[in-house]
């Protein structure tokens, strides 16, 4: 059973979360051969808050 974990910033609409993991099974499907029952996706959303990229946190800029 694949697990998929999405860590992204906030602010997708549902829409484009629902299209993200439509596709992410199906990549998983035809490179795993993974029954798409069996397929699980999980969506992390960070604030700028908990996001930093060379040492500065992506609300301070």
């Known amino acids: 059973m694949p697990y998929v974990t999405v ?8 829409e484009q979360k629902k299209a993200l993991v439509e596709k992410v099974t199906e990549a998983v499907k035809e490179t795993t051969g ?17 996001y ?7 609300s301070d800029k």
């Open 7 to 14: 860590k992204m910033l906030e602010g997708r609409t549902d």
């Open 34 to 50: 993974a029954p798409k029952e069996n397929i699980v996706v999980f969506i992390e959303e960070m604030t700028k808050n908990h």
């Open 52 to 58: 930093a990229v060379g040492g500065e946190r992506l």
